[in-house]
């Protein structure tokens, strides 16, 4: 499509960034060049207080940069900011490390304009940049769990995802007083969506690369702290989809075979005890991530999807934890009954 059809609904793109200097000369000119096509109406960055020189390389790169009104308050305000702003009628979220990839703004529009639904995602593409085993095992298994969920949703994810603005704006848009350091923010204003009524879409097809280094200390930090945590306070409070992406019951059953061979192995060094438990639930844990597995073994070969299956399993667990410790809060904070 070389330009903006005709009656088809016009996109702002919205972009929260904290110290995103180094990123923007490669997430920009993409963008960019769907503006100059007329597939974009504006670029909105966001600067989150930013101490480098994000905002003015972003101004210099021609995009139009807006003021969070503070710093550190986070991507879920930052976008609100953009989103009043917004002279289009559909948001695009795009994240200030994350490269859009040719045809994406084509699938945006086309679910959101003739396919009629009001809000769309997509997915990390397979091939992360970054060469670290676990900057490829996250994003590989992003990718593949979008992959393997597309079609109508109830979450949200905002990393490459657009809304219709009159949807975002009637149901208040992003939590800021909730949540503000990065953490699923989207994930809550889809099931918010979802429950008004409003259509949301899983679209594998629309792509994106991922920029973003993952150092091992950094990723359990945040898939602990921002990601595991609040999720399983959502679900228990009802305010996120239970049955979706990596909270499928597939992955559930997955986790607590995680869970057992964990505990399996100890038993093993007993005396008395036996590796044979711990062999046969090693084999039942790949039996359940054998699609998983085979994806990486094509993409990295055998030796990292090995690798990477095995950390996998710790994975499910220090998030199947998370889940515990959040049932126990609110178990804590309920009032027994009949008081």
């Not at 702002?12 to 923007?24: D, F, I, R």
């Not at 396919?115 to 990718?143: A, E, I, R």
């Not at 909270?247 to 061979?261: C, D, I, N, Q």
Request: charge should be positive; hydrophobic fraction near 45%; include cysteine.
């Amino acid at each position: 499509m070389s330009g903006a059809a005709r009656g088809s609904p016009t996109v702002s793109v919205v972009m929260p960034a904290y110290q995103a200097e180094a990123h923007l000369p490669k997430v920009l000119p993409p963008l960019q060049a769907l503006q100059a096509a007329g597939q974009v109406l504006e670029i909105l960055l966001v600067d989150d207080g930013s101490p480098d020189g994000t905002a003015a390389l972003a101004r210099a790169m021609g995009a139009r940069v807006l003021a969070s009104g503070g710093r550190g308050r986070g991507p879920a305000a930052a976008r609100n900011v953009a989103a009043a702003e917004a002279r289009g009628e559909l948001l695009w979220f795009v994240d200030s490390d994350v490269v859009v990839h040719e045809g994406a703004c084509e699938r945006l529009r086309l679910a959101l304009g003739e396919g009629g639904w009001d809000g769309v995602f997509g997915s990390y593409c397979d091939t992360p940049p970054d060469p670290g085993f676990f900057s490829q095992y996250k994003n590989l298994l992003h990718h593949h769990q979008h992959q393997t969920s597309g079609g109508p949703s109830s979450s949200f994810w905002a990393g490459c995802g657009a809304i219709r603005r009159s949807a975002f704006l009637a149901v208040g848009g992003f939590d800021a007083q909730r949540f503000g350091p990065p953490s699923i923010e989207d994930i809550e204003l889809g099931h918010r969506l979802h429950r008004a009524g409003y259509r949301m879409l899983l679209d594998p097809q629309m792509r994106c690369s991922h920029l973003k280094r993952w150092p091992l200390r950094q990723m359990v930090t945040v898939d602990i702290r921002r990601r595991a945590l609040p999720w399983s306070r959502l679900i228990l409070a009802g305010e996120a989809p239970a049955d979706e992406l990596n909270v499928r019951p597939s992955e559930k059953r997955a986790a607590l075979l995680a869970g057992a061979l964990l505990l399996s192995l100890p038993l093993a060094l007993l005396p008395g005890g036996s590796l044979w438990p711990s062999l046969g639930l090693a084999g039942l844990a790949w039996a359940a991530n054998a699609r998983f597995a085979a994806f990486l073994a094509r993409r990295r070969g055998p030796a990292f999807a090995a690798a990477a299956l095995a950390f996998h399993q710790v994975v499910y667990v220090y998030s199947g934890l998370s889940y515990a410790w959040a049932w126990c809060e609110l178990r804590l904070r309920r009032p027994a009954a009949g008081r």
